[in-house]
């Protein structure tokens, strides 16, 4: 445990100590009150209450603020630690892992809040109370034991409720977030929903339904408030046998109303346990879930320069259709890749770059490589990535040290002139970038990234012929130096290209069909 963490829990356990001793205290002070005799020091006792209620106070903020200092360093870790694990690995279900990230991130936000400081609080202090009370010979200190024997079964009761019930819960909250993502993102096409009926909406098939999922909040409700007035009832029904049994024993000193008074008091200060004991059963799920996401590591090859060419021999890609091709691509240069929209352009460049499974070979200066991402070559997707943070962060996502000036060349040379401000966030809740800013920003950063091979998908797919030659001189000049291959069918003229590879070919694409333009 770190010092902030340590800091923050030794918070927590003075906020509800020293919420139960102002109890303890007052509840003494009323029956002193009763039967002091004339001189008694009533000052000492309201000073002590009020500077136990100061300290409670400033504990409660103080936890509360080192909590979510070291929460927010928690939540950092542990994406960084997701996205360390998936360096080299290509994930089956994108949705599906970003639904587990987001929900494991919410649940580990809270964990201080929710669960460790209420949990770790109410052991302590119900320990220390009976250890306490069973030193000093409390009259009722055997109810006190009593209650910490009924607090613990309640407790692993509905703990055991909720680890049995987290994985069911968790699965049919995932599955309607899946499903109302998908009935959204065919929003547009409910126009040609039969409109027969005044609500036509109504007849939209696999309408996503939550009942599950507030079934489940129900039941995990229903469990919880039994536990409680379960427990509740024990604590009532503990401190009139604590009242019983001190009048049967005629003790009438001051001291006999702490037990009682603790007692009707324990559904205050250490009820809130039974609530963050279903926030923890939530937080193991997530982080269960977390660490069993569905990818396949992906072999990494170190660089590999090219001196004299790039082949590609019989290359096809596995489940794809597509003419095989055969292709030398050169050391430096724009190669265009082009024909009609599902031909397999796309395919082919992540067959190319090692992120999909392929038959035949590529090879670099005549020596063949082995299935696997290939350091220094990287793949430009169709549909932009933006993250949710700075510019400058989706600049340089690992942190690579690129220096701002050539951020900003870069910005200015793809015409991103309104993205000058590095600091400004873009993203979900944020600024809302266009398609075509969202498209060049992120051919901007695999600019940045300086890799030997670049391997673009549609770059210039939904930009007006102006930005679309702004973009092609931007490859231009790239292509000086490296080798830039573009899957497009849209072509700009000021784009120079050296062969052009048409995979539309009624035959096996061969030296034959690569043109220079």
């Known amino acids: 445990m770190n010092k902030h963490a340590f800091v923050t829990a030794l918070l927590a356990l003075i906020h509800g100590a020293a919420g139960l001793v102002i109890l303890i205290v007052s509840s003494w002070f009323i029956a002193i009150s009763a039967i002091a005799p004339v001189g008694f020091n009533y000052v000492i006792p309201a000073v002590v209450i009020r500077g136990l209620a100061l300290l409670r106070i400033a504990s409660g903020y103080g936890y509360m603020w080192l909590g979510h200092s070291d929460l927010l360093r928690r939540v950092a870790e542990q994406r960084m630690s997701v996205f360390a694990a998936l360096k080299q690995q290509k994930l089956n279900n994108k949705a599906w892992t970003i639904e587990a990230l987001a929900n494991h991130t919410e649940r580990l936000a809270s964990a201080w809040i929710a669960w460790v400081s209420p949990l770790g609080s109410a052991s302590l202090i119900m320990l220390g109370l009976v250890a306490t009370a069973t030193l000093f010979a409390l009259p009722g200190v055997a109810f006190l034991w009593v209650l910490l024997f009924a607090w613990t079964v309640c407790l692993c009761g509905l703990g055991l409720f909720a680890m049995n019930k987290a994985d069911c819960f968790s699965h049919d909250e995932t599955e309607f977030r899946r499903q109302t993502e998908d009935f959204f993102s065919n929003s547009a096409l409910w126009h040609f929903v039969c409109q027969q009926h005044d609500s036509y909406l109504d007849d939209i098939p696999q309408t996503p339904s939550a009942d599950k999922v507030w079934g489940n909040n129900n039941r995990q409700l229903v469990g919880l408030l039994i536990t409680t007035w379960l427990f509740q009832g024990i604590a009532l029904a503990l401190a009139v046998g604590a009242v019983v049994s001190g009048n049967r024993y005629g003790v009438y000193t001051p001291i006999m109303l702490v037990v009682p008074m603790v007692l009707l008091a324990a559904p205050d200060w250490i009820g809130s346990s039974f609530g963050a004991l279903l926030k923890w059963a939530e937080w193991g799920q997530s982080k269960k879930e977390l660490q069993s996401i569905d990818a396949v590591p992906l072999l990494m090859l170190s ?115 309104t993205l000058s401000d590095l600091s400004e966030w873009v993203g979900n809740e944020a600024r809302l970038l266009s398609g075509g800013e969202s498209k060049r920003l992120t051919l901007a950063r695999a600019l940045l990234a300086n890799p030997d091979v670049l391997l673009v998908d549609e770059p210039f797919e939904g930009l007006d012929e102006t930005t679309q030659n702004t973009v092609a001189h931007v490859l231009n000049r790239f292509a000086n130096e490296k080798l830039v291959v573009v899957a497009s069918h849209v072509i700009p003229d000021s784009l120079e290209s050296v062969k052009t590879i048409n995979m539309m070919e009624p035959k096996t694409v061969s030296a034959s069909c690569i043109s220079s333009s």
């Open 303 to 417: 660089a590999q320069p090219i001196k004299q060419s790039l082949e590609i021999d019989e290359f096809s890609i596995h489940g794809r259709k597509h003419i095989p091709i055969n292709a030398e691509f050169p050391v430096k240069g724009v190669v265009v890749l082009t024909g009609e929209s599902g031909c397999g352009k796309s395919s082919v460049l992540q067959g190319m770059a090692g992120l999909l499974p392929y038959s035949g070979t590529r090879s670099v200066d005549g020596q063949a490589l082995p299935d696997g991402m290939v350091n220094g070559w990287l793949y430009v997707e169709q549909q932009p990535i933006i993250l949710s943070g700075t510019i400058k962060l989706n600049l340089d996502p690992s942190g690579a040290g690129i220096t701002e000036s050539a951020m900003g060349n870069v910005l200015a040379a793809l015409s991103l002139n």
